[in-house]
């Protein structure tokens, strides 16, 4: 399964970005969808993640700022990102767990991969 992130970019102090990531391969289902982030010389850090059904979780830096969605449909998940503040620069990894067919679609393993990651820069 791969995932592809996009959107990243430059923005100044209180602009806004969306980020999108597409899952695909031989998808069977896909459970939680969501955002991490690195920051230089900083761990990865989780940013939001949202269930099937819709459920989302955020951490407490981007509570009422960031919002996650995703489309089914189209193995997608979205992070809009508003009021961008500088400590937002990082790269955002998007990240999915879930099952995939094996050879011969004859059998599930399970997968929980990370996307190759996006720039985010918010200069002050």
């Known amino acids: 399964v791969q995932l592809q992130a996009s959107g990243g970019g430059m923005v100044q102090a209180g602009g806004s970005l969306k980020l999108s990531c597409v899952a695909s391969?031989?998808?069977?289902?896909?459970?939680?969808m969501g955002w991490y982030r690195q920051a230089p010389s900083k761990q990865r850090e989780f940013v939001a993640d949202i269930t099937p059904g819709g459920t989302t979780k955020y951490a407490d830096s981007v509570k009422e700022r960031f919002t996650i969605s995703r489309d089914n449909t189209k193995n997608t998940v979205y992070l809009q990102m508003d009021s961008l503040k500088p400590e937002d620069t990082a790269v955002y990894y998007c990240?999915?767990?879930?099952?995939?067919?094996?050879?011969?679609?004859?059998?599930?393993?399970?997968?929980?991969?990370y996307g190759q990651g996006t720039q985010v820069t918010v200069s002050s």
């Open positions: 990240n999915a767990d879930g099952q995939y067919y094996g050879t011969g679609f004859s059998y599930l393993t399970p997968f929980d991969s």
């Open positions: 391969g031989a998808i069977y289902n896909i459970n939680s």
